[in-house]
Nanobody, 124 residues
Framework: QVQLVESGGELVQAGGSLRLSCAVSGRTFSSYAMGWFRQAPGKEREFVATISWSGGSTYYADSVKGRFTISRDNAKRTVYLQMNSLKPEDTAVYYC?????????????????WGQGTQVTVSS
C-alpha cells in the first residue's frame, strides 16, 4: 500500500521559514513526479509546486515563486518543500501528492496518492 506522510508544519511568524517533508512508502519513489498542494479553510485546494521523477524539472504557483523550493531525495524516498519569507496568506493545510507518471504537473487529477496534510500557520 502506498503511503505519504507529511511533517514539519507549525505556527511561524511572517517572514520566517519552514521545511516540510513527505516520506513515501509502498512504491518505487523515483519513478513518479511529486507535488505539493495546499488548502485554506473555505477555499479550494490549490497547486503549490511540483517536481519530475529526476528532479530536473520544477514548476511553482505564481504566488510562491522565488520563496518556495521543492526538492526530492530518492534514496531517502522523501520530497521537501522549503518555504522562505512566509506570509499570512500562506496559511493552509499542505498536502503531499504522488503523480501517476514521470512528468511534473500542476493538475490535481494527475496525482493518484495523497498524504494526510500538515498545518502551516503564519502569523503577522
Amino acid at each position: 500500500q502506498v503511503q505519504l506522510v507529511e511533517s514539519g508544519g507549525e505556527l511561524v511568524q511572517a517572514g520566517g521559514s519552514l521545511r516540510l517533508s513527505c516520506a513515501v512508502s509502498g512504491r518505487t519513489f523515483s519513478s513518479y513526479a511529486m507535488g505539493w498542494f495546499r488548502q485554506a479553510p473555505g477555499k479550494e485546494r490549490e497547486f503549490v509546486a511540483t517536481i519530475s521523477w529526476s528532479g530536473g524539472s520544477t514548476y511553482y504557483a505564481d504566488s510562491v515563486k522565488g520563496r518556495f523550493t521543492i526538492s526530492r531525495d530518492n534514496a531517502k524516498r522523501t520530497v521537501y518543500l522549503q518555504m522562505n519569507s512566509l506570509k499570512p496568506e500562506d496559511t493552509a493545510v499542505y498536502y503531499c501528492a504522488g503523480g501517476k507518471s514521470l512528468m511534473a504537473t500542476m493538475r490535481a487529477y494527475d496525482y493518484g496518492y495523497w498524504g494526510q496534510g500538515t498545518q502551516v500557520t503564519v502569523s503577522s
